[in-house]
């Protein structure tokens, strides 16, 4: 079984997304031609979303709509159109289900505004309340995992105890009864077989590494069995054990660059399973009844799954054949006859099919956005580009329709261009439908992501360039994509724009302050303007990996740390800035703190800075709201209108119905300045 053993340190959860008239000169909207795309159709609620197989493959659940909010649905397997909702949520949408084992409840998670303490559920198939398993205040949920053949109970993880720490629990499904199956005194995670035993748990180190401990009965063993330091740490660890116990697998980058699966036996012998020059391998296919890996995906350029033997080989040949589209298999069911296939065109809305494996044949269930079919989409392009110290940077490039009129992938003609940076930093962008991408190409910019030095997936070697690089060579690479992008022919150095969300909110501040003459503007999302005090606010329940975070950024309980958080800040260089910035903050994020958004307004308004500074007193990391997204993408695009000619959807009443608060500089957009703002 797989089960979560690290935490994802600055990842962005953000979820970043009729006449319209044209904000740019004539000369923009003759080069693109292609209808405006309404926001709503882009960063509304989906028609549907989230499908999953029960195990016993009688139903299918999925997330849709319900009085406008998203909410759990389920449907008989042969009956999807006799869909029914199983919760009522009115304001949160539920983002995240999964199924209970023995296919009586959809489970699913959920906050409170965005602050992070998600709350687990459950809620009957045959109907009834939703039941909060664990009602707790400011305490997060971990679902640590479940078995194959034990199917009444799910292990769990609580930090009600130690905020800093989650304990490992036995959650009984039909009683909701807790039982504590270990206390947890330092472990980052756990990792349990078949039968519900924590066999395994790693516990962080001091130098950003970790050390994994045999369990046995609930006490660690006192010498570990697999040991790395602060290189391997995001490129090494567990993921999953067989059915039967005796195999672990892991993703081991030890002795190599990437991460490579690995099998280890009772004796404690490791296995090649596979390996890939290019990426980290760590996302496999696990057989439903045995656990045994049958397939892994490689995501250099693009995702690709590769059978290990001949398990599945016959269907992903078959599953690729259809030519529908990058395809991603999402569920399966216990007796592994059926498989929920999600496909994406990228230049046509995502479905997701029923894949019959006896029969070898497929059933649409669902399009996410029928409201797109039709619609003028763009391909993204995948493209490698170079850093001016040789590193390899895997990017994606999006043009507006008309702009690459013979489809090979290069601008005919220089176009104004926004570079989006990614969260995290320890993430990546990637390939496939991008609604950002898409509605910024419809409003006339080529949009530029570029897996900068840090980002994840590339190897440890690649990971590391990025430590101690905040606002210096990470910055560089962007930079260096800029370069590129103007060689190419995309854009022009006077017309290019940088966006983006938590450390892509940051990049854009950095942007903006370090390097105030290569953007035309800036859009920050939830990005931190000073990095001593982001550190100083994190949520206790990132303790484990703290000490990776500084050995990656600088160490603030050092004054050589200090000094080097200080001196990557845009926070102290924000009187340098001269170009047009919008941010977009929520007032619940427990990542960034809403201190990291004021203080850099504040620093700005002192100084008769314009700046346009948009909050939501109800959303957290990113807006999970569509009411709000779409408010807040709406400031967007006609705040980048007038400063790189693109078009825009006017603002209209896209703030209505929206919490959004213009706590300054309304009258820097236009359309913004009548619509009702919070003096702060």
């Known amino acids: 079984m797989r089960i979560a053993t690290k935490l994802l340190l600055g990842a962005t959860g953000i979820a970043l997304a009729a006449a319209a008239v044209a904000a740019g000169p004539s000369a923009t909207r003759t080069q693109v031609a292609a209808p405006l795309i309404e926001r709503t159709k882009l960063f509304g609620n989906p028609e549907k979303t989230g499908g999953q197989l029960s195990p016993d493959g009688r139903w299918i659940s999925f997330i849709a709509p319900r009085d406008g909010v998203l909410n759990v649905w389920v449907a008989p397997a042969d009956n999807p159109a006799a869909a029914k909702p199983l919760t009522a949520e009115k304001t949160r949408p539920i983002r995240q289900t999964f199924w209970a084992p023995d296919s009586s409840q959809v489970l699913f998670v959920n906050d409170k505004g965005g602050d992070e303490n998600f709350r687990l559920y459950g809620v009957p198939v045959v109907g009834g309340e939703a039941r909060d398993y664990t009602p707790f205040e400011k305490v997060r949920v971990i679902p640590y995992g479940q078995s194959r053949t034990i199917k009444d109970r799910v292990l769990i993880g609580l930090n009600n105890r130690d905020p800093r720490w989650h304990d490992v629990h036995s959650l009984d499904l039909k009683t909701g009864k807790l039982t504590l199956v270990m206390q947890n005194d330092g472990y980052a995670g756990f990792m349990a077989d078949d039968q519900l035993n924590i066999r395994i748990g790693s516990r962080p180190r001091a130098d950003g590494g970790d050390d994994w401990f045999r369990i046995v009965d609930g006490k660690a063993e006192a010498t570990p069995i697999l040991s790395y330091g602060l290189d391997d740490s995001a490129t090494t660890g567990a993921i999953g054990f067989t059915t039967d116990g005796k195999t672990i697998y892991w993703a081991d980058s030890r002795d190599r660059n990437t991460g490579a699966l690995m099998a280890q036996d009772t004796s404690g012998k490791m296995t090649l399973i596979a390996e890939d020059p290019r990426v980290d391998l760590a996302d496999a296919l696990f057989n439903p009844k045995t656990g045994v890996i049958e397939a892994y995906r490689a995501d250099y350029l693009k995702n690709e799954y590769v059978p290990v033997g001949d398990a599945v080989k016959a269907d992903l040949a078959f599953l690729k054949a259809q030519n529908k589209g990058e395809f991603t298999i999402t569920s399966r069911t216990d007796a592994d006859d059926k498989w929920l296939v999600a496909f994406d065109p990228v230049s046509a809305p995502a479905s997701t099919w029923v894949y019959d494996r006896n029969a070898k044949t497929l059933k649409q269930l669902y399009v996410s956005r029928p409201a797109l079919v039709g619609a003028p989409l763009v391909p993204m392009i995948p493209t490698v580009i170079k850093s001016r110290d040789g590193l390899d940077l895997v990017s994606y490039l999006t043009l507006p329709k008309g702009v690459d009129a013979n489809g090979d992938g290069k601008a005919d003609k220089p176009v104004p261009m926004v570079l989006f940076v990614h969260g995290g930093p320890w993430g990546r962008d990637g390939y496939g439908y991008n609604s950002y991408h898409q509605w910024l190409a419809n409003r006339g910019y080529a949009v530029l992501s ?42 022009t150095k006077d017309k290019v724009a940088i966006m983006g969300g938590s450390y892509g909110g ?175």
Not at 468 to 491: F, I, N, Q
């Open 450 to 491: 570029v897996n900068f030095r840090a980002s994840t997936g590339f190897g440890k070697k690649f990971l590391a360039a990025g430590n101690m690089e905040w606002g210096k060579k990470m910055h560089d690479d962007l930079l260096d994509a800029v370069d590129w992008a103007v060689r190419e022919g995309v854009t």
């Open 506 to 680: 940051y990049a854009t501040l950095a942007g903006l302050a370090f390097t105030p003459d290569t953007f035309a503007c800036g859009v920050d999302i939830v990005g931190p303007s000073n990095l001593n005090t982001l550190l100083a606010s994190i949520p206790a329940y990132w303790e484990a990996g703290k000490q990776q975070m500084y050995r990656r950024m600088g160490d603030p309980t050092t004054p050589e740390g200090q000094a080097i958080l200080k001196e990557r800040s845009p926070l102290f260089a924000a009187d340098k800035i001269k170009k047009p910035l919008l941010i977009g903050q929520g007032a619940n994020d427990p990542r960034v703190n809403v201190r990291e958004s004021d203080q850099i307004v504040d620093a700005m308004k002192a100084k008769n800075i314009p700046v346009t500074y948009v909050v939501f007193p109800d959303e957290g990391h990113g807006f999970a709201r569509p009411v709000n997204n779409i408010a807040f993408n709406a400031v967007t695009e006609n705040f980048l209108a007038p400063c790189l000619g693109g078009r825009a959807e006017p603002i209209g009443d896209a703030l209505q119905g929206s919490t959004a608060e213009i706590r300054h500089g309304a009258n820097h957009v236009k359309g913004l300045g009548s619509t009702r703002s919070a003096a702060r």
